[in-house]
């Protein structure tokens, strides 16, 4: 069965570091989204992308992230200058066909950890 | 916002008994999705409610989706350790990015 998969599984970063996130989509899925979850905590909705480009995000992403589709199979989370609280396991996911709604497949998780 | 909520928040259960967990959004929703996630692991899609007060069973699984479409449940028989895991329901945002809001997830442990 298609996955979505992430690398790297774990990522150790400095304070105000920079770090970027991958992840591949299953191919034929046209919605892609980034998702982060605090240890312990809920599941929180960062970004969609859609049409190479973003069609909703949250308050959480501010101007310090970004996401990009550089080509026809990675889609990639920037955080430009990390900050102790985005410490957390970052998800991403994948849905749809072109409809809207559709079960969202998610890949194992990087694991964020800002020293 | 829209908000998701889900009681209980843990669910300590004997092998062999029946629970239930249940989920509210504090507005109507298109349709609702059931994710579990095991200790460790990722989010994995169980099952998603479209229509007004619509059962769907899977296995040992009953999910329920409520008249107003507002509220939904998930009841578990016969629990057995392979149930061990965090049961999230989520709902569908009105604008087009299609996010989901996760509700806070029913923590599962099962005593042998």
């Known amino acids: 069965e298609p996955e979505v998969t992430q690398t790297p599984s774990h990522q150790v970063t400095q304070m105000g570091q920079e770090v970027i996130l991958r992840c591949v989509p299953i191919?034929?899925?046209?919605?892609f989204y980034w998702y982060r979850q605090i240890l312990g905590q809920k599941v929180e909705f960062l970004v969609s992308?859609?049409?190479?480009?973003?069609?909703?995000k949250s308050e959480i992403f501010d101007d310090q992230f970004s996401v990009e589709r550089p080509d026809g199979s990675n889609f990639t989370l920037k955080i430009r200058s990390t900050k102790l609280e985005d410490s957390a396991m970052y998800f991403c996911?994948?849905?749809?066909?072109?409809?809207?709604?559709?079960?969202?497949?998610f890949g194992d998780g990087t694991r964020l950890s800002i020293l | 916002g829209q908000q998701v909520m889900q009681i209980p928040q843990y669910q300590h259960v004997q092998e062999g008994e029946d629970f239930t967990t249940y989920c509210n959004s504090s507005?109507?929703?298109?349709?609702i999705q059931w994710y579990k996630q095991r200790p460790g692991g990722h989010p994995v899609f169980l099952i998603q409610?479209?229509?007004?007060?619509e059962v769907k069973k899977q296995k040992r699984l009953t999910f329920q989706f409520g008249e107003a479409k507002k509220n939904s449940s998930l009841h578990i028989t016969a629990t057995q350790t392979t149930d061990v895991g965090t049961y999230f329901c989520?709902?569908?945002?009105?604008?087009?990015?299609?996010?989901?809001?996760f509700g806070g997830g029913t923590r599962v442990l099962v005593k042998p």
């Open positions: 989520a709902g569908p945002g009105k604008a087009a990015g299609n996010k989901l809001t």
């Open positions: 409610l479209v229509k007004s007060g």
């Open positions: 996911a994948s849905s749809g066909e072109g409809l809207k709604n559709q079960p969202q497949h």
């Open positions: 507005t109507t929703l298109s349709n």
């Open positions: 191919s034929n899925h046209l919605y």
């Open positions: 992308f859609y049409n190479n480009e973003i069609s909703e």
